[in-house]
């Protein structure tokens, strides 16, 4: 009688119907993770802010990702005049628009304006300021804001730099930074003794999921850092580039479905801390930023990386000069991060 109800109940519901039909065959672990990834997309579609670019979190974001930009470009060991005017353009459009929707600018965002003032400052003496509209929109927003400073790119030498590497751990962490400059090779003995101490990072249950391939070959690594777009102006004069994968074989249950990235993301900072001990100049370039499927496959298929590795980052790495310059790339307030409940 209950399976005759239950035929009823479908032939009068066409989309249960359909739903069951779409199921027929799958294991319980198949649906669990159907389900699983379902309620991660809701989530994502109802809250990201790919999709509600004018909350105010999402526009200072999007203010961060683009005065970085800028911030490298005055940080690049050849910099160039008129470098980035299309950002330039895009961070005084997105100040002024969060002036106009919030008001009184934040934090990040007045950086944002000191960061315009050094692109000023930088053209002070140039002769080719033939785009008068483009540099009048700069003026037009930073003249309103006399109190804001130019945002300066710390100038240090190498032995500056290092300086408290063997200090305690608030001031070594404090003073380890993202270095774009590069001079000389690394050796496969530096790189494998930056790896054996980033291994102290913990994974869930021990179980260790991650996997380094550095990339040593000039021809590969040219073609590997070509198909990232973060690394232009820097990338050529890296020695190495570290790709840092999971391997998702160690997946034991559908619920640790993205904890393959929280471990990358834990050894990735360890390994940053590693090579910053070892006195190694090295960038984190993004991958998920820049990837879609295609691509994800020919980065495979070029470095011989498996299939069951998924791509988290890559690291460049490379001999640190006498002479750098540093990307000041100030954080967030202490009350924007820690909440107590």
């Not at 027929?24 to 509600?52: C, I, P, Q």
């Not at 063997?166 to 404090?174: G, K, L």
């Not at 590693?274 to 998920?288: D, P, Q, R, T, V």
């Amino acid at each position: 009688m209950n399976r005759i109800k239950s035929i009823i109940y479908l032939l009068l519901h066409p989309a249960a119907l359909a739903e069951r039909l779409r199921n027929h065959g799958k294991t319980h672990d198949e649906l669990s993770m159907e389900r699983a990834l379902n309620y991660d997309m809701d989530r994502y579609m109802s809250h990201a802010g790919v999709f509600r670019p004018d909350t105010r979190e999402n526009m200072i974001a999007r203010i961060i990702h683009t005065y970085h930009g800028l911030e490298k470009g005055l940080t690049m060991p050849r910099r160039r005049f008129n470098f980035g005017q299309d950002a330039v353009t895009s961070l005084v459009e997105l100040i002024e628009e969060y002036i106009r929707l919030y008001g009184e600018p934040a934090a990040q965002v007045v950086h944002g304006i000191g960061i315009l003032k050094a692109y000023l400052v930088m053209h002070r003496d140039y002769d080719g300021k033939d785009h008068h509209s483009f540099w009048q929109k700069i003026h037009s927003l930073t003249d309103r804001f006399p109190d804001v400073k130019a945002a300066v790119q710390p100038h240090q030498t190498d032995k500056e730099f290092y300086a408290d590497v063997h200090s305690d751990f608030e001031r070594f962490a404090r003073s380890r930074h993202t270095l774009r400059h590069y001079c000389g090779t690394v050796s496969e003995d530096e790189i494998k003794k930056a790896v054996e101490l980033a291994m102290t990072a913990p994974s869930a249950c021990n179980r260790q999921p991650v996997r380094v391939h550095c990339i040593s070959d000039k021809e590969l690594k040219d073609k590997v850092l070509a198909m990232q777009s973060g690394n232009r102006g820097f990338g050529t004069d890296a020695d190495k580039v570290l790709i840092i994968t999971g391997d998702l074989s160690s997946i034991c249950w559908i619920d640790e479905r993205y904890d393959i990235y929280t471990n990358c993301g834990i050894f990735i900072m360890n390994l940053c801390y590693s090579l910053f001990y070892h006195k190694i100049a090295h960038c984190i370039l993004n991958w998920s930023i820049c990837v879609n499927p295609e691509k994800d496959k020919a980065l495979h298929e070029l470095t011989g990386i498996p299939g069951n590795e998924v791509v988290a980052a890559m690291i460049t790495c490379g001999r640190t000069p006498e002479e750098i310059d540093i990307a000041e790339s100030p954080r967030r307030e202490l009350s924007d991060i820690l909440s107590f409940h």
